[in-house]
């Protein structure tokens, strides 16, 4: 890895970062509620909503139909597990920390089966406290080196399904029962409560063509989501805990933006996709809220002479594919920075 260029003094990029913060707060300051939180809410409203028509055209015969059920159901699953529970652990959906603990466990352990203060801690402590930092936040949880890279990049995402709530049993080992129990209990209202649509009110005569039904909806948008979690950090700078840079350099120098791409926008959220600088840098804003200061970060960044990262969904898998032992076997080298301590 190149070293990477960066200022002499860190009061230089203290007083940089406050520069962009003032910029980010005005817009948000001039953006209605609508703007803030509406948006993102609403679509999760509406993926909501959408769930029983998804569910009555699975009793259809008609293989058209019935693809339409499939597609509307994974696209919902993906929309309330990944952007709902992603804004839920960042508090973006309410001002109330109340309402946001209360929607991270109905999105992270009733629809994604995942216990919601493991998500807090292992995605917002650890990723977004130490992004890139080699063996902190540095993505490595998704990295499988038993694996080869046609398994890795093909298979393997049909398997998030079935290991998400393994993993999750094996996290509730380390809290206390109460909690565990609770956990569990929300973990298995979820499971079962699809499981349950699937053969009352989609029509499946079996369970094992039901569960069958389950694996493929939660399935549906499983490789992009695997690779969107490795294409916007691995691959990019990697710093030591003694040696990381200042945030704004941090962030900047170890978060990729993809494109805009309508599905994965709508199911993932745009802080996932297009806006992940802007994520990282800002957490707490909504999707929509991300997208809305995207032209300001991008032309603070540029003409700050820092880095701004962009990169297309097809570019990266080939890299990764071409690199696979490179990036996803081989421990990671660290970044030098010039001029920072």
């Known amino acids: 890895m190149e070293p990477a260029c960066a200022p002499r003094q860190d009061g230089r990029a203290e007083q940089l970062l406050g520069e962009l913060e003032a910029l980010v707060k005005d ?24 769930l029983p028509a998804g569910f009555l055209c699975l009793r259809s015969e008609n293989l058209l139909v019935f693809a339409v059920g499939i597609a509307v159901l994974g696209v919902c699953h993906y929309t309330l597990t990944v952007k709902g529970s992603h804004l839920a652990t960042h508090n973006a959906l309410s001002e109330s920390k109340f309402w946001n603990n209360i929607l991270a466990l109905f999105f ?18 650890m990723h977004h406290g130490y992004t890139n930092v080699v063996g902190l936040g540095d993505s490595s949880t998704w990295k499988l080196p038993c694996l080869n890279r046609y398994v890795y990049m093909f298979l393997a995402p ?12 094996e996290r509730l080992r380390k809290v206390g029962l109460r909690s565990a129990l609770q956990t569990l209990g929300l973990i298995s209202l979820g499971l079962y409560f699809h499981y349950w649509l699937l053969l009352h009110v989609s029509g499946f005569k079996s369970p094992g063509s039901a569960l069958a039904c389950m694996l493929l909806t939660r399935s549906l948008l499983a490789h992009p989501y695997l690779h969107v979690n490795i294409f ?10 003694d040696k990381k840079p200042r945030r704004i350099h941090m962030m900047s120098l170890g978060v990729l933006n993809l494109p805009r791409l309508p599905v994965l926008d709508w199911a993932f959220g745009h802080s996932l996709i297009s806006c992940h600088i802007e994520h990282h840098l800002f957490p707490t804003l909504s999707d929509n809220m991300c997208l809305k200061v995207k032209p ?26 071409d690199r696979y032992e490179e990036f996803m076997v081989q421990a990671p080298s660290i970044t030098e920075l010039v001029g920072l301590q």
Not at 32 to 40: F, I
């Open 27 to 50: 817009v948000v300051r001039a953006s209605s509620w609508w703007e803030r939180r509406g948006v993102d809410c609403a679509i999760l409203v509406l993926s909501l909503l959408a």
């Open 108 to 125: 992270v352990e009733v629809c994604t089966a995942f216990p919601a203060e493991y998500a807090k801690y292992g995605h917002v402590k």
């Open 158 to 169: 049909f398997l998030i399904p079935i290991v998400t709530p393994l993993v999750a049993l």
């Open 232 to 241: 916007q950090h691995i691959g990019l700078p990697m710093f030591s805990l």
């Open 296 to 321: 300001v970060v991008s032309k603070f960044l540029q003409e700050k002479q820092l880095p701004y990262n962009e990169d297309s969904y097809l570019a990266r898998f080939w890299l990764f594919f």
